[in-house]
Each structure stands twice: as structure tokens, then as C-alpha cells.
């Protein structure tokens, strides 16, 4: 894989496109030469599979012209220029073509590729109603009595239960269906993708009404999501007879509801749009979703009427070819300020239904939860403070406290200080130190006897000493302990375990990531919900340096002795890499290949308003190099604190970490086979 990594084919994508020629009505002549020529230009991209218009041999307005020998010969011409010129490319095209079959007329789909008609799929569906007769020229697919027809002097497979996969990139299996069939209760793709299509292609003519395009993105989303797969759609453009009728070339692709591609609408030129499709990602979603197995054996005696064409391909596997398609650098928030901002108002509201639901449940009033002046902890208290809203409980009900230790900045003191204020809870301080230095000297460490060692147990001591002091406090008050820690720290262990940040009696982050949080902040920070002087401190949270804070730095140092990212590496790396791994259980080496596409170019996922960590370049050896962090600590040495983690809500489709929730796994898991991995990753 070393030499092929920046080769999109080498992990699992397919590049497919969606042609709208230019046509001429009734010249299947002019309109085989546009379709070879955008066949050509899309092979030379690097596409194994082409999609053409519904009928676009003969053009789709043809009416009772369908009715003539002359233009039904034409378009087997047509159909035989078409086939040759596939001999010289590395893709598959689907054209639309009226064909005579025994002594009936059907609405085709022909397969070709390598100089072969592979197979031809009839019409299922025939509207006959509103603007449509098709009734008038066609037979529908069930009224065929043969599978096979003759055609270019060869037996070609017919019937519209076919599905065609190519044999050495075998995630690529499709299946076709025309226009109408998409439109129908139960598409016919719905029963391909069961027999295990992972592209569904769609010729359609589709004449253009006011608030039709925006249909057909519904539909074509819903299926490529009902069906976990990908979904291709064309629509006939200009040269369309205007008869009646007018024609906008729309063409879409989907990937399992998410839009790859969409060609520019009432188009004077031929175009084409793009897709690279993740058939990996496909394959995954279709086993993790269990229901999807279940549907293949209710609907068995559906699923077993198709046939498999499989053919071979020359994919275009050699040198590079990057990703077209955008990979976001910030998977679990969206780039797009308005769909960001119902992420988070959506996550926020999760995060206060449920700690509602616990204090209501347990019949609690009061909260207590130790705020640091970071970042967690700010948004855990903005959350208890809405949630004592929505229970019209005063906000002195949140006690919260700030706990200083050897290594507290007054910066983030401050800023504690200052955020429990603008918040209006219960504020006071706790100076953990004199009990550290009590917990120090029992334990015999070097430190109280005044040598500076900052070890691990130093560190853990002043976690441990907050910690127990909030369980008492609560204990005291008869409260319940906020937990702050998120989603980004449980994947890395980057948590104290037992006694320490790892444990609360409610944790309202413990799926949020950390980019997400961040993003969760600047929201209520803009809102201004907790008043200017509020949106100030959460400004100065957020600019400040991520740290636990635990070692002291040398007198006069303007920055903490502790960096966490210099240890785990940049959180945003890190959520990208939790986020494939966690969600798709891609290897390692794919996940990378997605790193490099999404944070190697500058003008990639860039956000004019984005935090200051987002602007960050990163090349492939420093994606290697925190990527192997992530993979040790995840898989090797962070489980157990996972697999006791307190109560907390799922917010996302990302996962959760929660052993009652979406991962399960063993305390004493090896990291062999992802660090291997890493080596199919260039240097």
C-alpha cells in the first residue's frame, strides 16, 4: 500500500460521475458522439463508472417517434458506437435507449464496458399521468418474458433484478433503476441494496416544475440513507423538445444522505459532476446496522430473483489520485455556521434534558462541580445553569468551586472566579494545597520534604484531593458531583482514574469532544447569554492554552509548565482521528489518508471564525506521529478507565465511550494490529 497511498482506490473509494450531454431529439448519431466524448473525459478523471439520462440515445421527448423502425435502428447504432468506444476506456457507462425485445418496446438501461454490453435493465414503473404516456410506447419490466436479448450479435442478460460488480474493486456492486422507480413507495433499489448494491444509479428524463428540484434531493437523499448506499441521479438538459416541457440537468449524488456532488441546473453546456464514494463506509454502516441483515431475511424471496454480472475493470490503481470530495477537518462540527449552530443548540439542549432528568429522577435540587477556569468545566457549569432554569431552581442551587493547587495560574483563577460570577451560582474557593501536602507526607514523597519532583503521583495527588473533596461536599449538601471531562480526554485516558477527574455522579460531557466543546462555548459566548461581562470571560477561556495545570513552572515563566497537547498531541488531530476510528473502525492507514486530505492543503476546511487552533497545517509525518498516540493510548492503555465511567448522555452519531452504550471492549487489548498499520503510512 506504501507506494499507492495517495491514491484514493487504495482505500476503498470508487471516483463515479454523472454525465448530462447535450442532445439532439430523435439523432442518436449526435447524441452517441457527446455521450463517448463525456465517457472519455470522465474515464480520463479517473472514473470507473459513468451514469447517462433516461433515453438520452434517442432523447427522452421523442413521444410516438418511439414508434418508428428508422429511430429504434439508430439507436442500436447508437448503442454500438457507444460499446466500442468503451474498449479504450477504464469505465463502465450506462446509457439510456428505447430497445425492442421480442414484440415489445421497453425503456432501457444498457451496461457497457471493455467493448461489451454487460447487461440491459428495463423500466419498472411507467407514469401515465399528468404530463407522462409512457404507458403509450413502453412495456414496464414485469411484462417481459425473456432474460436474455440479442443484441450487437450477443446474448446479453435482461431483466431488471441485475446487479453488476466489478471483480477487482468488489465493493463496487451497482444497480439501476429509471427515473419512475425512485418515485414509487418501494423503489426497486430498495431490494438491490439489500442484495448487496452499494451504488444505485438512477437514468431519469425528469422534466423541471417549480419545487421539483428540491424533491428530487429528498428522495435521492432518503434512499442513498434508507438504503446505505450511494445514489446517483441524472436528469435530460438542454436539447430536450420544449414542447410541452422544460428541462433543467439536474444531477445529483448522494452518500448515504450526504451530498458528493450536484451539477449546475439549466446548463447551456454538457457537464459532468463528481463523486468519490466511499464503499468502505458503506460496507461498515450496512454490518454495525444489525436491522439491515434482518431486512435481507425478511425480504429474502425478493433479494434472491437478482443476478450478479461481474466484470473486470482496469482501475485506475497506479500514481496518484487525491480525494475530490471535501473531508472536513472538524467531523463532529459542521462547517457551515448555520447547520453549527443547530449542532449546537441541539447538543446543549441534550446535555440540559438529561441532566434535568436526573436531578428530577433522583429528586435532588442541588448541583456541585469544581470549575478550573478551562474549558470543560465552563461549558459543564453553563449547562447546570440552564438545567436550573428549566427546573425554575435558583442557580445558587449550582455549588460550584474553584480549587487552586502548586500549579494554578491566576489567569485561569481569574477567569474561574469571574465565569461563576457572570453565572450567578454558589462561588467559593477551596485551597487544596495544605491537604495535598498532608496526602504527600503520609505517602513519603520526595516533594514535602521540599524537593521538586513533579511525578505522576504529584500530579494525581492534587486530582484526587479535588475530587474527594467534591463527593464530600455533595455528600454534605445533599447534592450530586457534576463530572467535566469529555469525550476527546476518555479515548486518550487523559484522566485521573477513581478518584480524580475520571469519576462524578453524572458527567454532562462525557460525549462531547473537545473541538465540539470548544465550538459549544463560542456559541453561548456569542448568544450573550450570560450577559457581555460573561461572553468576555468565556472569549478569554477559550484563548487560553489547554493545560492541566498540576507541575509549577519557573518563576517568571507567562505560560503554563504543562502543555496537553505537546503530550497527546493537537485535540483537533485527535477528535478527527477518535471520530473514523470510533465511528467506522477504519485502519489506521485510511484514516490517515483522510487526515492528509482534509489538513494538508491551506485552503481546506478553514473557517473565518474558526478558534485558533484550526488554521494549523499538517504533513504526513505529523499525522503519522499523532496518530500513533491516539492508537497506543486508545487501544492499549486507556479501557479500563472506560469501562467504569459515571452515567452521561450520548449526543452524537460519532459515539460514545460509555460501556453501556456504543463501545465495548476489553480492559487488556493489545495495539499490535493498528501500530502495524501505521507502517503502510509513508514517512
Not at 430523435?26 to 463508472?49: C, H, K, M, W, Y
Not at 439508430?74 to 477504464?90: I, N
Not at 465511550?657 to 509513508?682: F, H, K, Q, Y
Request: charged share 20%.
Amino acid at each position: 500500500m506504501k507506494n499507492n497511498f495517495f491514491n484514493l482506490y487504495s482505500h476503498d473509494f470508487a471516483r463515479v460521475a454523472v454525465a448530462t450531454p447535450r442532445c439532439k431529439v430523435a439523432d442518436p448519431g449526435f447524441n452517441a458522439a457527446e455521450t463517448i466524448r463525456l465517457a472519455q473525459e470522465a474515464a480520463s478523471r479517473g472514473a470507473v463508472l459513468v451514469a447517462f439520462p433516461e433515453l438520452g440515445l434517442s432523447a427522452y421527448s421523442c413521444d410516438d417517434l418511439f414508434q418508428q423502425r428508422a429511430l429504434l435502428d439508430a439507436c442500436e447504432d447508437a448503442l454500438r458506437q457507444v460499446t466500442s468506444a468503451s474498449a479504450r476506456l477504464c469505465a463502465a457507462i450506462i446509457v439510456g435507449l428505447p430497445l425492442r425485445v421480442g414484440h415489445q418496446l421497453f425503456n432501457c438501461a444498457a451496461v457497457v464496458a471493455g467493448g461489451k454490453v454487460l447487461g440491459v435493465v428495463p423500466k419498472s414503473y411507467l407514469p401515465n399521468y399528468g404530463e407522462f404516456y409512457e404507458a403509450r410506447q413502453f412495456s414496464t419490466a414485469d411484462c417481459a418474458s425473456t432474460t436474455t436479448v440479442e443484441l450487437l450479435g450477443e446474448t446479453v442478460p435482461f431483466g431488471a433484478e441485475l446487479l453488476f460488480e466489478v471483480e477487482n474493486l468488489p465493493l463496487l456492486r451497482f444497480h439501476i433503476e429509471i427515473c419512475e422507480d425512485v418515485w414509487v413507495p418501494v423503489p426497486p433499489s430498495s431490494f438491490a441494496a439489500l442484495a448487496g448494491a452499494t451504488v444505485l444509479v438512477n437514468l431519469s428524463a425528469s422534466n423541471v416544475v417549480v419545487g421539483k428540484s428540491g424533491y428530487r434531493h429528498q428522495l435521492v437523499s432518503q434512499q442513498s440513507a434508507r438504503c446505505l448506499a450511494a445514489y446517483l441521479y441524472t436528469s435530460a438538459g438542454l436539447g430536450e423538445s420544449s414542447t410541452d416541457m422544460a428541462w433543467d440537468g439536474q444531477a445529483l449524488i448522494y452518500e448515504k444522505g450526504d451530498l458528493l456532488g450536484e451539477a449546475e441546473r439549466f446548463s447551456d453546456e454538457s457537464h459532468i459532476v463528481y463523486g468519490d464514494v466511499d464503499l468502505e463506509r458503506l460496507s461498515r454502516e450496512r454490518f454495525h446496522t444489525t436491522t439491515f441483515g434482518q431486512s435481507v431475511r425478511r425480504h429474502a424471496g425478493e433479494v434472491s430473483k437478482f443476478r450478479v454480472i461481474r466484470f473486470d475493470l482496469e482501475v485506475p490503481r497506479e500514481g496518484e489520485l487525491p480525494l475530490a470530495r471535501t473531508v472536513e477537518r472538524f467531523p463532529y462540527v459542521p462547517a457551515d455556521p448555520a447547520r453549527r449552530d443547530e449542532r449546537c443548540t441541539e447538543v446543549y439542549n441534550i446535555q440540559v434534558q438529561a441532566l434535568v432528568q436526573r436531578l428530577s429522577s433522583s429528586g435532588i435540587s442541588k448541583v456541585v462541580i469544581g470549575v478550573s477556569g478551562g474549558l470543560d468545566s465552563t461549558h459543564a457549569l453553563l449547562v447546570c445553569a440552564k438545567a436550573m432554569d428549566r427546573l425554575n431552581l435558583p442557580r445558587s442551587n449550582i455549588l460550584a468551586y474553584t480549587m487552586p493547587g502548586f500549579a494554578t495560574s491566576e489567569r485561569t483563577l481569574k477567569q474561574a472566579k469571574d465565569l461563576m460570577t457572570a453565572v450567578g451560582c454558589a462561588a467559593k474557593e477551596i485551597d487544596i494545597r495544605p491537604s495535598c501536602i498532608q496526602m504527600l507526607k503520609d505517602l513519603g514523597h520526595p516533594y514535602a520534604e521540599g524537593k521538586e519532583e513533579y511525578d505522576v503521583t504529584f500530579e494525581n495527588v492534587q486530582a484526587g484531593e479535588r475530587t474527594s473533596h467534591l463527593f464530600r461536599l455533595a455528600n454534605f449538601n445533599n447534592a450530586i458531583v457534576i463530572g467535566t471531562g469529555d469525550l476527546s480526554e476518555l479515548a486518550l485516558g487523559w484522566c485521573t482514574y477513581g478518584v480524580g477527574d475520571h469519576m462524578s455522579h453524572y458527567n454532562v460531557n462525557a460525549s462531547v469532544p473537545k473541538t465540539l466543546i470548544t465550538h459549544l462555548v463560542r456559541w453561548v459566548a456569542d448568544s450573550g447569554a450570560i450577559g457581555a461581562a460573561g461572553s468576555d470571560v468565556l472569549i478569554n477561556i477559550l484563548d487560553t492554552e489547554i493545560s492541566p495545570e498540576l507541575v509549577p513552572g519557573k518563576a517568571g515563566d507567562t505560560k503554563p509548565a504543562q502543555s496537553t497537547e505537546r503530550v497527546i498531541g493537537p485535540y483537533e488531530m485527535q477528535d478527527f482521528n477518535l471520530y473514523y476510528i470510533l465511528r467506522y473502525g477504519f485502519a489506521p492507514s485510511k484514516v490517515a489518508f483522510l487526515s492528509y486530505s482534509a489538513w494538508s492543503k491551506r485552503d481546506a476546511g478553514v473557517w473565518p471564525d474558526a478558534p485558533h487552533a484550526s488554521r494549523n497545517e499538517y504533513a504526513l509525518p505529523e499525522i503519522k506521529r499523532y496518530l500513533g498516540i491516539f492508537l497506543y493510548r486508545f487501544f492499549k492503555t486507556s479501557q479500563f478507565k472506560r469501562s467504569c465511567v459515571p452515567n452521561g448522555p450520548k449526543v452524537g452519531n460519532g459515539g460514545s465511550l460509555s460501556p453501556r452504550g456504543d463501545w465495548r471492549a476489553p480492559s487488556d487489548s493489545e495495539a499490535t494490529v493498528w501500530m502495524n498499520d501505521l507502517d503502510n503510512i509513508p514517512d
